[in-house]
C-alpha cells in the first residue's frame, strides 16, 4: 500500500515535503501526530489526524500519537484570534489518560510488532530542560526572521491582540518535539492539519540544522462543510468521540445529517471502504440521492468504527422510531437517557402522577393537554386510526390514560397522524 496514494484519493492530502513518498515507500518510517490535551476527550475534528495515524499504520509504518503535556501549558496560537487558557498539570495528566484511552481503540499497540503504535508526552522532556539551556542549544537556530515569516505568526502580530512571547516561542518548542523524536525514536515524518504547516516546517529545520538530519513532512486540508459552516458542530457544540459527551445516537445523527456533497468527501476521508467500493457507493447514490445511500452507510460505518457494532444497531433502530408503527418494543426498551436522546426536539407536555390516577379517556387528555384543540378534533381523529399510544394505535373510544402507559417510569409517547409526537412528562 502507498500511503501517500491512499491519502490522495481520499482528498486528504495537502502539502507535502519534497522528499516524503520517496522515504515512505524505501523503508518501514516512524511518524508522528500531536494532539491537543484541552479536553479528556477528543472530538470529530480529531477523526482525521487518528486516521491519519490508521493509515500509516496500515501501510506497515510506525505511528507515534503525542499528546502534549508541554505545549497544552502554552496553547497553539496558530490562526488563533486570541491567547487561549493555559491548562494546569492536573488537568493536562487527566485529558492525556482520556485520549490515550481513545487512541488504543483505533491503534495496534501490541509491543511485539515491529510497528506497534506508541503514545508519546512532551511533557516527558520538557519537564527538565532550563529555560537558559533551551534558548542556547535550541533558539540559536532558529531565527526571529524565520519565525516571524509564519502566516500564523504575521497574523496576530499585525492584529489588534498582538501575540505574548510564550505564544511566538510555541512553534520552536513544537519543533523541539520533532528534533527529539529523531534522535530517540529515529522519528522522520510528521503529520498534521494544513493549519500546522508552519510548525511542522520549523520541526524539519530544526532536524537539519542541530542535528544534521533530514526529517519530512505532509498535512491534511482542513475540514469545512459545503455550506461553508464549521465541520464537526451541532446544535449540542463540539461532537466528542465519549459516548459520555456525545451519545452514539447523537453522533449516528450527525453524520447521517450530511448533506450530499459533504457525505460524498466524508465517505472518503472518515470510512476505511477502499476506492472501488467508495466510488460504486457515490454512484449509486447519485442515481437515486432520495434514498440518501451515502448518507446511511456514512454513519454506520463511523458510529461502528468510534463506538461499536451494537451501538450503531441501536442507533439505526431508535433514528427509526418515529418513523415506523412496528417499533412499540423497541420503545419499551430504552433507557431513560436512550428515550430523551431519541424525543430530543419532540415538544413536551407536563402531566403529573396525581392526574395520571384519574383515568382520564385518551380523548379528554390529550384535549386537555393541548395535543388536540378540541375533543371533537381528538375524537375524529381517533376513530380515523390516527392516534397512538407509545407507537400502539389507539382503538377504544374509552381508552385510560393512566400510569400503566409510563415508559421509563415517567414518559408517554402520544402521536397524532403521521409525524406529530408528543412527549407527555409525569412530574
Not at 462543510?225 to 468521540?241: H, Q, Y
Request: charged fraction near 25%; include cysteine.
Amino acid at each position: 500500500m502507498n500511503l501517500i496514494e491512499e491519502l490522495r484519493w481520499r482528498g486528504m492530502l495537502q502539502d507535502i515535503m519534497p522528499g516524503t513518498e520517496e522515504q515512505l515507500q524505501k523503508e518501514m518510517t516512524t511518524a508522528y501526530v500531536g494532539f491537543d490535551p484541552t479536553a479528556d476527550s477528543l472530538h470529530v475534528g480529531s477523526l482525521v489526524p487518528i486516521l491519519l495515524l490508521v493509515h500509516l499504520q496500515r501501510a506497515g509504518h510506525k505511528p507515534l500519537a503525542l499528546v502534549g503535556g508541554a505545549t497544552g501549558m502554552v496553547g497553539d496560537p496558530s490562526f488563533k484570534a486570541a491567547e487561549r487558557k493555559m491548562l494546569d498539570l492536573d488537568t493536562l495528566r487527566h485529558n492525556q489518560a482520556g485520549i490515550k484511552a481513545q487512541l488504543e481503540k483505533f491503534l495496534d499497540f501490541d509491543p511485539s510488532k515491529p510497528n506497534a503504535a506508541e503514545m508519546v508526552n512532551n511533557f516527558d522532556w520538557f519537564q527538565n530542560i532550563s529555560f537558559l539551556d533551551f534558548i542556547r542549544d535550541v533558539g540559536k537556530h532558529i531565527t526571529v526572521n524565520y519565525m516571524m515569516a509564519k502566516d500564523s505568526v504575521k497574523r496576530r502580530i499585525e492584529g489588534d491582540s498582538g501575540m505574548s512571547f510564550t505564544e511566538f516561542s510555541y512553534q520552536l518548542i513544537q519543533g523541539y518535539d520533532f528534533y527529539h523524536l529523531y534522535t530517540a525514536k529515529n522519528c522522520k515524518l510528521q503529520m498534521g492539519g494544513s493549519d500546522q504547516w508552519g510548525n511542522i516546517v520549523t520541526g524539519t529545520e530544526l532536524v537539519r540544522r542541530k542535528a544534521n538530519g533530514e526529517a519530512f513532512a505532509f498535512t491534511c486540508p482542513l475540514m469545512k462543510k459545503a455550506d461553508g459552516t464549521k465541520f464537526g458542530k451541532s446544535e449540542g457544540g463540539n461532537v466528542w468521540l465519549d459516548a459520555r459527551l456525545t451519545s452514539p445516537y447523537q453522533f449516528y445523527q450527525f453524520w447521517l445529517k450530511a448533506s450530499d456533497e459533504d457525505a460524498e468527501n466524508y465517505i472518503k476521508i472518515f470510512t476505511l471502504l477502499d476506492k472501488a467500493e467508495v466510488e460504486d457507493l457515490i454512484a449509486r447514490h447519485r442515481e437515486k440521492p432520495e434514498q440518501r445511500l451515502l448518507q446511511k452507510r456514512l454513519a454506520k460505518e463511523v458510529t461502528t468504527f468510534i463506538h461499536s457494532e451494537k451501538d450503531y444497531e441501536f442507533a439505526l433502530q431508535a433514528s427509526e422510531l418515529l418513523f415506523r408503527n412496528d417499533t412499540a418494543e423497541i420503545l419499551q426498551s430504552l433507557t431513560e437517557e436512550q428515550l430523551l436522546d431519541v424525543m430530543n426536539g419532540v415538544p413536551q407536555v407536563e402531566t403529573t402522577l396525581a392526574e395520571l390516577q384519574e383515568n382520564k379517556d385518551v380523548i379528554t387528555f390529550a384535549a386537555e393537554k393541548g395535543i388536540f384543540p378540541s375533543k371533537g378534533e381528538a375524537r375524529k381523529m381517533l376513530q380515523g386510526g390516527g392516534v397512538s399510544i407509545n407507537k400502539k394505535k389507539v382503538e377504544d373510544l374509552t381508552a385510560v390514560v393512566d400510569s400503566s402507559l409510563l415508559l421509563a417510569g415517567k414518559y408517554i409517547l402520544f402521536q397524532k397522524g403521521k409525524k406529530n409526537y408528543y412527549l407527555v412528562i409525569a412530574k
